[in-house]
């Protein structure tokens, strides 16, 4: 299993978080050709994306083939304050899963 990361930044400003997520993922569709073998490449993508601060969901996403490689996530939310965590935390449609932890500027 390959390492997949979760880059991202949240800033808080008038009671009101601004998330921005990265993350990184090959997204394959299921429907593209290997150049080489001519064989489709097995569908590899982020099925669900869970954010989570000061003890609540905050945002989940639900994703499918369509979604292109790496990710990209932003978000506005109430509820958490600077130095805050926002626990980030994704799965994908082989059992494959990442977290990680933003803290609120």
Do not use: Q
């Amino acid at each position: 299993m390959k390492k997949r990361g979760i880059r991202g930044k949240a800033k808080e400003k008038n009671g009101i978080v601004i998330a921005k997520i990265l993350m990184s993922h090959p997204m394959e569709p299921g429907t593209r050709k290997d150049k080489k073998t001519g064989k489709l490449v097995p569908a590899h993508f982020v099925e669900e994306v869970t954010c989570k601060a000061a003890g609540k969901t905050v945002y989940t996403a639900y994703f499918g083939a369509a979604i292109s490689k790496n990710p990209f996530l932003s978000f506005k939310f109430r509820g958490a304050v600077k130095g805050d965590e926002i626990a980030v935390v994704w799965s994908d449609n082989k059992g494959e899963s990442g977290k990680s932890e933003i803290v609120i500027k």
